[in-house]
């Protein structure tokens, strides 16, 4: 039968040992007996190949992390309306007349984690980074009535430096999304530069992160009497979306 041919999935991204993708497909696939199945790491230290494994890996879906969210789109044929808003795409489906189409399923999982802690206080957020992964945030934020300002090291025309964050603009913005790898194993000690003291317990912060579960930025909101939230349920839900896609 069709259906019981061999099915491979995979995770491009770079140095993703620590990644979550492969471990939850693979048991995915062992719990519900698709033996056919199969589920691996494309860990690329750039992208330069990344063509030829388009052509032949014989893949059905991949998804895309951390740094290549937005670096991979020019190597595909389609994007579908949502990830061309974005601007990233974290999943490829590979279709049946030989194309290739991105989507981002990053912002329902965002959207999905967030919307309960959502306070009538809550009327605008920091994002911390400016990549692939909070271009989903923001994006998901704005569906939500929430305004944004990004914040990086570097300053440019979209957006603050931390030194830019003045204890007003904190008391402002009641939403603190932390899109930086800061913080994520192994440099666990690490966390973006904020006066967490200036934190209220009308704060959230939610962080993408989820290894570890409760980072160096998490433990200095909890300290300060914000609510929290990781990304963990986050990739569970990307996950899933990600799969449905894939079985269209």
């Known amino acids: 039968m069709r259906g019981k041919n061999k099915m491979r999935f995979g995770l491009l991204g770079k140095d993703i040992d620590y990644s979550f993708s492969k471990e939850y497909f693979s048991e995915k696939f062992q719990k519900e007996k698709l033996n056919h199945c199969y589920y691996e790491n494309f860990d690329l230290a750039d992208l ?4 030829m494994i388009l ?3 014989q893949l059905k879906g991949m998804n895309v992390t951390i740094p290549y969210k937005q670096e991979v789109i ?11 808003a974005i601007g990233a ?8 007349d030989g194309t290739t189409t991105g989507y981002n399923t990053d912002y329902i999982g965002f959207q999905k984690n967030i919307a309960p802690m959502i306070t009538e206080k809550i009327k605008a957020a920091l994002v911390l ?9 923001v994006y998901a934020l704005h569906k939500m009535g929430i305004g944004t300002q990004y914040v990086s090291r570097k300053k440019s025309t ?3 430096t931390y030194r830019d964050i003045t204890d007003i603009i904190l008391k402002d913005h009641k939403l603190i999304v932390n899109c930086t790898p800061l913080g994520t194993y192994p440099d666990i000690f690490q966390k973006p530069n904020l006066n967490y003291e200036q934190l209220t317990n009308d704060h959230v912060l939610f962080d993408l992160i989820y290894n570890p579960s409760e ?8 300290k300060a009497g914000a609510r929290t939230g990781n990304g963990e349920n986050m990739l569970v839900v990307q996950a899933e979306a990600s799969w449905r896609l894939w079985n269209r």
């Open 129 to 137: 980074g400016t990549g692939g992964a909070s271009k989903a945030v």
């Open 74 to 84: 020019p190597f595909l044929d389609n994007l579908d309306e949502v990830s061309k």
């Open 48 to 51: 330069s190949n990344f063509k």
């Open 215 to 222: 980072t160096a930025f998490i433990k200095a909101g909890k």
């Open 89 to 96: 795409v974290n999943t490829i489906v590979f279709n049946k």
């Open 55 to 57: 052509q032949t890996a």
């Open 158 to 160: 979209n957006n603050l």
